[in-house]
């Protein structure tokens, strides 16, 4: 007997490569293991000296010689086994942070303890995870990695949240000593932070994308939990979005910012990988790049996400709208092939969002009233800056055919009225889409002509919405008035003496406002001459433009009835009318005027 358990115990365990059997030499086997991936030929004496497991399957069956044991459920399957039978027969290995974590599972399953030999298995392996992996936190990724095809054992038996908790620390503990070594004397002899030295605490952030997304978040949120640095977190967090979500190819822009742009055949693990990113994200401004937010919102509706996962993207870009880029809000309208080409709706939410955040920070500042209203304070240049973006980006969706007016006219009041200090890039964007749509009713026209402050165009714009055709009568009116209005603006400005400019010389087109250096009733008086004047300047607009509709009336009507040189004598008649801003070519011609002179002297005695 004493020489038979020699044998054992000198035996070379070799694996048989066809088979994948283990065969001893010298002496036959007397039991075989069944596991997972593989089948064993072993002896009974050096596994039942080490596993209580095996000692107890084995004495259930003393009655009858047991040859086979099944272990199907053997956490790691037959290359766990491997290393657990290695250990039985006294043959020699390395334990390392690779196969750790499997030791102590399979050591736990087969009940490898104390109990039934001294310094087995289940210790060793604890020992070493205690002292060596949870000094070290590439070692602790590297458990982590391993316990992904372990769960639950490897969590029942704390293995990961120990590893878990070490990273955490570790990840701290570097931050602080490099936060450090970045401390200097200015030379006022003050001690500071010196923010030009780059940071070398978050070498961490590469080996935290190797783990599978259900231990990164519990990893992310220990660290959360133990101080980690916001921007810390979201540098881990674009990483991970990078390795997890992006081709290598458009992994980073033309600008260096990460970008994400989803691989075509989603499943459901890119789904979660968003919808975890985005909880994980810290809630402090600024901290994670707005261009990798607006790629998490296309993939989040590309995998058509949870509701809550787009409204807290579309929040979170909300509150720094005004560092976005053109290309940042053009989204692509994935489950709406049949419609607009580009998201509208979701850049609708998103202005909203931008809007109700101003409105709360203007209801939460501790500033004055002209203070908040200043014109370069930081929530008015954002304003300004949003105001800009949505000119572009209306301007760039109205050639699209199928967008309706409802939702153009939606993006276009989502900003406050007193966001544009000038309307030329809205009156673009309007002459886009009028031109797009063409088949668009008269009053619809008028309706979104309305979106337009004609008293903010510029010089430029102006002159073209004089001569634009597309726009509705109404509009070409008012433009040409308030043209007409900066021209008379403009020749008073030029008078030298002051004494000598009319009444209405303190109109102010841009403002509205009178002069400043006028007494409470000589500003009532002025308002009320002005008030005249307009009353009269329209009424007479209003007579020039019936008789323009009647002449009209009248030149369709002949043409329908006279000959060809009547029609021509007739027509070059109603030519000369038509010019009732200059001279009269005719005492014919002269008439309307007259009448409208009549008629001016009239109002004026009535009012």
């Known amino acids: 007997m004493d020489k038979h358990h020699s044998q054992l115990v000198l035996a070379k365990c070799l694996r048989h490569q066809r088979y994948n059997e283990w065969v001893f030499r010298d002496v036959p086997s007397d039991i075989m293991i069944v596991v997972d991936g593989g089948t064993f030929s072993l002896h009974k004496f050096p596994l039942v000296s080490r596993s209580g497991r095996i000692r107890k399957l084995v004495a259930g069956h003393r009655d009858s010689d047991i040859s086979m044991i099944e272990l199907l459920s053997l956490p790691g399957g037959a290359e766990s086994f491997e290393l657990a039978a290695k250990f039985c027969y006294g043959v020699n290995f390395e334990i390392t942070a690779a196969n750790v974590a499997q030791l102590c599972c399979v050591s736990d399953y087969l009940e490898m303890t104390e109990e039934y030999s001294k310094n087995n298995l289940g210790s060793r392996a604890e020992e070493y995870l205690e002292v060596v992996v949870s000094k070290n936190l590439e070692m602790c990724v590297e458990v982590l990695k391993q316990c992904e095809n372990l769960l639950p054992l490897a969590d029942e038996l704390k293995i990961v949240i120990r590893c878990i908790d070490a990273i955490a620390s570790k990840a701290c503990v570097e931050q602080i000593a490099s936060s450090f070594s970045r401390l200097e004397y200015s ?6 932070m010196n923010r030009q030295v780059k940071c070398e605490g978050d070498w961490w952030i590469e080996d935290l994308s190797v783990l599978r997304i259900d231990l990164y978040q519990r990893v992310i949120t220990a660290m959360k939990c133990r101080g980690v640095r916001p921007e810390s977190i979201a540098a881990s967090l674009v990483n991970y979005a ?7 190819s458009t992994s980073w822009n033309q600008s260096s910012q990460p970008k994400v742009d989803v691989v075509s055949g989603s499943n459901d693990h890119e789904k979660v990988v968003v919808e975890t990113i985005v909880s994980l994200m810290p809630v402090e401004k600024l901290v994670v790049p707005i261009t990798f937010l607006f790629g998490l919102l296309r993939s989040a509706v590309m995998l058509d996400c949870t509701v809550a996962c ?7 870009i909300g509150s720094q709208l005004d560092i976005a880029t053109l290309d940042d809000l053009l989204i692509p309208s994935f489950h709406n092939a049949d419609e607009t080409l580009f998201d509208v709706d ?3 939410r998103i202005l909203v969002s931008f809007s109700q955040q101003e409105d709360s920070d203007e209801d939460m500042d501790d500033v004055s009233v002209f203070e908040s209203d200043s014109p370069t304070s930081p929530s008015q240049t954002a304003l300004f800056k949003v105001a800009k973006l949505v000119d572009n980006y209306l301007a760039e969706i109205a050639p699209d055919a199928n967008l309706k007016l409802n939702k153009f006219i939606a993006i ?5 009225g007193h966001a544009h200090t000038i309307h030329d890039g809205l009156y673009r964007a309007i002459d886009v889409y009028l031109k797009a749509h063409q088949a668009l009713s008269d009053p619809d026209r008028r309706r979104l002509c309305k979106l337009i402050d004609f ?3 510029s010089q430029e714009s102006g002159a073209h919405a004089a001569q634009n055709e597309r726009l509705p009568l109404q509009s070409i009116v008012q433009v040409l008035y308030f043209e007409q209005m900066r021209l008379r603006n403009a020749l008073f400005c030029s008078y030298p003496d002051d004494d000598h400019k009319p009444m209405h010389q303190s109109w102010r087109i841009n403002s509205g406002a009178v002069s400043a250096a006028m007494s409470p009733r000589d500003n009532y008086t002025s308002l009320r001459r002005e008030n005249r004047e307009l009353k009269l300047e329209l009424a007479r607009m209003r007579m020039r ?3 323009l509709e009647k002449d009209h009336v009248c030149m369709k009507k002949n043409m329908e009835k006279s000959n060809s040189r009547r029609f021509m004598s007739t027509f070059t008649k109603k030519i000369g009318k038509l010019n009732i801003f200059g001279h009269s070519f005719s005492r014919e011609s002269s008439s309307p005027s007259k009448r409208s002179q009549v008629t001016d002297s009239k109002l004026t005695e009535r009012t």
């Open 187 to 192: 030379s006022s002899g003050r001690l500071h």
């Open 242 to 248: 990078q390795k997890e979500l992006t081709k290598k």
């Open 310 to 316: 787009r409204l807290d993207l579309e929040r979170r």
């Open 346 to 348: 979701t850049v609708h």
């Open 412 to 416: 276009a009041e989502s900003l406050p």
């Open 455 to 457: 008293q903010k165009l």
């Open 545 to 547: 433009l019936n008789d």
